[in-house]
């Protein structure tokens, strides 16, 4: 054998070699790049469905506050409907006719007894029936002696009291706060069933 044919052959499995060697390395090279691509996708799937998951919660959040805002409207509008009702009781227990109003004042004194004492009206009040209320509370003869006082007070109407240092509020304004919790769920159900 010659040198030739020697180096012809050293060559020839030397190119063999080199060939299996590079395919070999092709097929590793196309196996890491599919695992990469299988990877990518698996990053972009879980990544797409992170989002997704994320954006849904989001939803979920903004969508709880949205009709927790809600809930808080409607009660403010219904608090309001409801403080409408005292206020329009109130004025109507203002308004009422002169008659039906010393009947009411009279009765309410009344029921609240004791040794008379010194009666406080409003303005309005003091100067168109202060006088028959008096009359007709002394005349009754339930509760002492009552005077009409001079001073007067800042309410819509309703009286007030004072024997010595003790008084007794019953403006109008009181008697409406002091029933308002007690008949508040009966103008609920008037108003809302």
Do not use: W
């Not at 040198?3 to 070999?24: F, H, M, P, Y």
């Not at 990518?40 to 954006?55: C, G, P, Q, V």
């Not at 040794?115 to 202060?130: P, V, Y």
């Not at 819509?156 to 004072?162: N, P, S, T, V, Y």
Request: include cysteine; charged fraction near 35%; glycine fraction near 8%.
């Amino acid at each position: 054998m010659s040198i030739e044919n020697i180096t012809g052959s050293i060559l020839t499995e030397a190119e063999e070699q080199s060939r299996l060697v590079l395919k070999e390395a092709d097929n590793r090279s196309r196996k890491i790049v599919e695992e990469a691509q299988h990877k990518a996708e698996k990053i972009l799937a879980d990544s797409a469905e992170k989002a997704l998951e994320d954006a849904n919660l989001v939803r979920s959040r903004r969508i709880s506050v949205a009709e927790l805002e809600v809930r808080k409207i409607r009660l403010g509008a219904k608090q309001d409907q409801i403080a409408r009702c005292f206020d329009m009781a109130l004025d109507r227990l203002s308004h009422m006719e002169e008659d039906e109003y010393l009947e009411f004042l009279t009765s309410s004194i009344l029921k609240i007894g004791g040794k008379g004492g010194e009666l406080l009206l409003n303005q309005k009040d003091r100067s168109s029936i202060g006088e028959k209320l008096v009359k007709k509370v002394n005349d009754s003869g339930g509760v002492g002696v009552l005077t009409l006082s001079e001073d007067t007070i800042r309410a819509k109407g309703g009286f007030l009291i004072r024997r010595g240092s003790m008084e007794i509020n019953s403006t109008l304004e009181t008697t409406i706060n002091g029933i308002r919790e007690s008949v508040t769920p009966d103008v609920v159900r008037a108003l809302y069933d």
